[in-house]
């Protein structure tokens, strides 16, 4: 039975990350069907099924930090994943963040204090807070004014429009107050590195 060199090749790459432009911050990456994930040095990592079609990394933070750290890198976009627990399918990019979850990309933001998760098969992402720290987001949307908003969660729909996926409608649950426009700011703790205290 013939095994598909896809994933033995994707988890080979781990020791050519000194080559990378991001060899002075990271120190692993793995490739997946549109990027490579790269997983910061401050961050424990497990890879279920490493040489199978399917393999799935959990990501924890090591000893003395807030959180772990993944970075996707696609083409020209950089998206970076924060949480205290990280799980993360690299074949279908369905995730699965815990604890002070985080995603930002360029000056857009996502925050979850207990999990952000997102299923491709139903194209739904959620963002679930609590009353006391809810969810927030930062988006801004192609020509027009930047939104901020807090609920205790989001559910994002998607659609697939060729091999993109294109926001079709954000759903609140427990609104906490939303503002539009250009004075919109990113919050200032957005990653978090170190621990409490450390």
Do not use: C, H
């Not at 911050?25 to 040095?41: A, K, R």
């Not at 993360?88 to 996502?110: P, S």
């Not at 969810?135 to 993109?164: C, H, W």
Request: hydrophobic share 35%; aromatic share 10%.
């Amino acid at each position: 039975m013939k095994k598909n060199l896809y994933p033995f090749a994707a988890f080979f790459l781990i020791a050519m990350m000194s080559a990378t432009a991001f060899a002075q911050d990271l120190s692993t990456s793995f490739s997946t069907g549109n990027g490579d994930v790269f997983i910061d040095e401050d961050t424990e990592w497990e890879a279920e099924d490493p040489f199978s079609d399917a393999p799935i990394l959990n990501l924890s933070p090591k000893e003395g930090m807030a959180v772990a750290k993944a970075t996707l890198v696609e083409g020209t976009r950089t998206t970076i994943y924060t949480a205290k627990k990280i799980r993360y399918a690299l074949a279908t990019e369905e995730f699965l963040l815990e604890g002070d979850a985080k995603i930002q990309r360029g000056d857009e933001y996502l925050s979850g204090p207990e999990k952000i998760q997102y299923d491709p098969k139903k194209l739904i992402m959620i963002l679930v807070g609590t009353p006391k720290t809810p969810a927030q987001i930062l988006y801004n949307p192609p020509n027009q004014d930047k939104v901020f908003a807090k609920s205790v969660e989001f559910t994002f729909r998607f659609t697939m429009n060729g091999k993109d996926k294109e926001l079709t409608s954000i759903k609140t649950k427990g609104n906490q107050g939303s503002r539009m426009g250009e004075s919109v700011q990113f919050p200032k703790d957005a990653v978090p590195r170190k621990a409490s205290g450390s």
